[in-house]
């Protein structure tokens, strides 16, 4: 049974990098069936997508976070990370770690991790 | 980006309710509309994909419709277990948009 869960510092000073870890277990992040995305939640507000990459590498990233987001994959380590540089305030939030099936057209991520909360402050 | 707006933002139902949440896109997004159901402390789980199918395992009691722009999710008798904040979600082009949710409260 496939299993995510996120990694990383809780709280991170303003103006530094997040970096957080998405651990797969029961699947591979080489499988070309599937993408794996980020996605978060700030208190309150509605869940915002970060972005998806795919087995082979191709990437996509929200453009309104595309100067400050980079997403990789770790094969060796089979879990892929989100690293987000000059953060503030506003990326205070959950952040979740999800995998889609690429099966059906336009398909929803389908497996979610349980969260991680990171806090942006000083 | 296409938003999402969802209606209302909060519901009170009573369990054995029928209870109805809409969803409009400002684009068009051909039918790839999903639902959420996200409960406090746990991972939001998909119960709805592209309108109207239900994702396996989830209960018959819920189901989805719609077209073009306007989508809906509906109860058709509330559990216990159903109160919760739902949300609806577009993965008809990037960047994928959620709705600001509905949270759904026992009356």
């Known amino acids: 049974q496939i299993q995510l869960r996120e990694s990383g510092p809780g709280l991170v000073t303003p103006s530094q990098t997040l970096s957080l870890t998405c651990s797969v277990s029961?699947?591979?992040?080489?499988?070309?069936?599937?993408?794996w995305s980020w996605i978060r939640q700030p208190a309150g507000k509605r869940l915002e997508w970060i972005g998806r990459?795919?087995?082979?590498?191709?990437?996509y990233i929200n453009p309104s976070l595309e100067s400050r987001a980079t997403l990789s994959g770790d094969t060796s380590k089979n879990e892929f990370s989100l690293r987000l540089t000059s953060v503030h305030a506003a990326d205070t939030a959950m952040y979740y770690c999800?995998?889609?099936?690429?099966?059906?057209?336009?398909?929803?991520?389908?497996?979610w991790g349980p969260g991680m909360m990171v806090i942006v402050s000083s | 980006d296409i938003q999402m707006t969802q209606s209302p933002s909060s519901l009170s139902a009573s369990i054995g309710d029928r209870v109805t949440i809409t969803c409009r896109a400002s684009?068009?997004?051909?039918?790839?509309v999903n639902w959420y159901q996200h409960q406090p402390g746990k991972a939001p789980k998909l119960l709805i994909l592209?309108?109207?199918n239900l994702k396996s395992g989830v209960p018959f009691r819920f189901s989805g419709s719609g077209s073009g722009t306007d989508f809906s999710l509906t109860i058709s008798s509330l559990h216990a277990e159903d109160f919760a904040t739902y949300y609806c979600?577009?993965?008809?082009?990037?960047?994928?948009?959620f709705g600001q949710g509905t949270k759904l409260e026992i009356k």
């Open positions: 999800v995998r889609g099936p690429l099966s059906t057209v336009r398909a929803p991520p389908d497996i």
């Open positions: 029961g699947d591979s992040i080489s499988n070309p069936s599937y993408y």
């Open positions: 990459m795919y087995a082979s590498g191709t990437k």
């Open positions: 684009l068009s997004v051909g039918g790839y």
């Open positions: 592209s309108t109207s």
């Open positions: 979600h577009q993965s008809s082009s990037p960047p994928y948009t």
